[in-house]
Structures are given as C-alpha cells and as structure tokens.
C-alpha cells in the first residue's frame, strides 16, 4: 500500500495528461509500426501497450479506458489490449520478485521473460478474434487537438489520478486484510495458493518463505503474479467500469497468459 500508491502517482497523472492533450500517438511512434500490421492496433493503442508494461497494475487497463472514452480508440479495440496490456511492471520485477523475494537468485530478465512474453502470446492467440472487429481510428484534426488543449485541466488531472489511487488502495487494503485471515489457516500450502488467487504481494511472499524447492517457488511466484489475483482484478473493474469495455475480456487473457507462463516454466 504505502509503496504501490506513491509509486503509481506520477505514471497515472503523467498518463492521465497525455491522454488528455493527445500526446499519446507522439510515444507509440516507434511502436506502432510493428504493431499496426501484426496486431492491426491504432497508435493510441500502442500506448496502453507502453503504459500497460512500463507502469504496471492496474495502469494499462486504465489507460485503455481512458482512450475509449476520449474516444481514441474503439470499444473493441480496447477490449482487446484489454486482454494483454495490463501485467506486473519491471519495477516490481527487479525489485520485489528478484530482490526481496528470490535474494538476487535469478536473473530479472529471466522473470521478465516468463511474465511477458506469455502475454504477447496471449494477443497473437486471441488477435484474429478481435482483428475484424477493431475499426481504425481518424487522426485527430488540429480544431480537434485545440479544443482539447483548451479544457485540459491540471486540477482535474490531479482529482482524477487521486481518485484512481484511493479506489487502488482501497482494494489492496479489503485484499491484504483477507490474506491476514488465511494466513491463520493451519496448512501452509493452503495459506500460499489462496492469498496468492487473491493478492500478489502476500502470495509471492508467502512462497518465498516456503520449504518448497526453488525452482517450484519461481514457478508459483511467476504464475500468482501473472494471473494477478482477484484483488487486481477488482481495481481492474474499478478501472473501466464506466468505459464500456468488458472485465470478461481481461479475466480470458489473465488466465490465458497465466497457463502459458506456467508451461513456459517447465519448458525452461
């Protein structure tokens, strides 16, 4: 809580103002290219792509939901970055995962690897599901860039990150609270799979301090934080509820990228 939401700030107003001042295209330049003609994504959606990897849960749902309703990208096409964009961020990798949990045992880009490339798979495996459906998005013309330019507001930036980040800590703190409870269960076993379906943070932890062999405890912490758990799952839905955009879509790819991260540790 007191680590998560402090660091979430910047990259949520940050975000929030890009999106805002229809900056966000100007990023995505040296990804769009590429994912244009695999993937058939806009360039705003290229950015929840960016956001979504570099900022970590719950910021690319976010950032998806704010696109929709400033209606930079469509409601499909949302849905499906919906499926991929939203995963652990690098910070968090190196820091907690590597770190704090595995004492430096291995590699971050190892970890890395086993998070993110279960989740580009994951867009390839469910593109040709969406790619008929995704409509091309029209360039903004220059009264259209003014006029936004003219209503932006700091202040209601701000609100709107602020408000993000109480629901966020508001999830995370009903979750951690529940995890105390399992954690009086008297299987250990039982107290790590469940707090992990529920929350990353306690999960991995509750692994990491576990009589299993290390390579089952990478296996475990890389699935419980690639699924997520239900707490991010709830911020997600807090997330685009008001958007249009479908929870359905993100539990499908969760859990879709989740199993492939789980093979992928066995084939490695």
Partial sequence: MFTVVPTLFPFLILSDIMVRLNTTDYISMLLNPITRPLLAISPSGSYAIITGLLCGYPVGAKTCADLVKENKISIQEGNYLLTFV??????????????????????????????????????????????????????????????????FSLENAIFSTVNTLLRIGAYIIIFSILCEFIKLLPSHFLKMVLSGLLEITTGTFLVSISTLPFEWKINFIIFFTSLGGISTLFQTNSMIDDSGLSIKWYILGKILSSVISLLLCFIL
């Fill in 86 to 151: 939203n995963n652990a961020s690098p910070a968090f990798i190196s820091s907690y995962i590597v770190n704090a949990l595995l004492f430096g045992n291995c590699s971050p880009l190892y970890i890395a690897t086993l998070i993110y490339i279960p989740s580009i798979i994951t867009a390839f495996i469910l593109n040709p599901f969406f790619r008929k459906k995704i409509k091309n998005n029209k360039p903004l013309n220059d009264s259209d860039i003014s006029d936004s330019v003219k209503t």
